[in-house]
């Protein structure tokens, strides 16, 4: 089966070389510090928002993937993200991968002042650089995916976003890569039941890991992906999660901001 997620990071390199050479590195850091010389608002935590959150929904813009083709090829970031919030949406995930996701970190710059939800950049981050973009950007979180750095690596990384004042979401897809949480300073941590590999979904990973997770990490727990009712989310609360991320289950409709809506209002099944 064709490894999708080496195909994404060989193209990550190339891409972030590219935009070194267009705005060096240095360059980027002096216009974060002047941003945050500058600025009044404080980061919004999404780890606080997802604690605090009866449903915990974290509404992800996507306007395509490397599995199922274009989503929503129209999407609009001024529209779909405070359509969200109205809809009671807990946080945002804003795909900003455009070579196999469609996405731009424009998106982020046109959601920010169009909502006060906390946004995470969602990408393939191996890079300083990405992290300083996302802090101009707007972003208030990233994702850090085990599957593409090094332990040493993902822990600099994490490092970096906490000096920029970027929260970190941690995603491991198996019990092998559990051994990161002990040395990754992460805010959030999530299960992935995509398997990055082939781009298949299988919510039963968040349900074997559980047990595991809880045990090794105080972060607030986060399952990704794969999932498309209100009964699962019931069952993954009483597993220990506090976060939920959805994207295609809303993104494939119309109005995703009504399907969310319209998701959040369906029956949820007592759980036995």
Known sequence: MKDILSQIIEHKKTEVQAQKQAIGLEQLREQVKEQLETENTPRRSMKQALAQSATGIIAEFKRRSPSKGWINRQAQADLIPPGYEASGASALSILTDEAFFGGTLDDIRTARPLTRLPILRKDFIIDEYQLLQARLAGAD?????????????????AEQAHALGLEVLLELHSESELAYLSTVAADMAGINNRNLGSF???????????????????????????????????????AGYRGFLLGEVFMKHSSPAEALKQFLQSKIQPHV
């Open 200 to 238: 298949v979904t299988d919510v039963a990973n968040s349900f074997r890991i559980a047990d595991r997770l809880r045990q090794q990490t105080s972060a607030l727990l986060v399952s990704e992906s794969g999932i498309s009712s209100m009964e699962t989310i019931q069952r993954l609360r009483a």
């Open 141 to 157: 979180a990233v994702l850090l995916i085990a599957a593409c750095l090094t332990c040493e690596e993902c822990a600099t990384l």
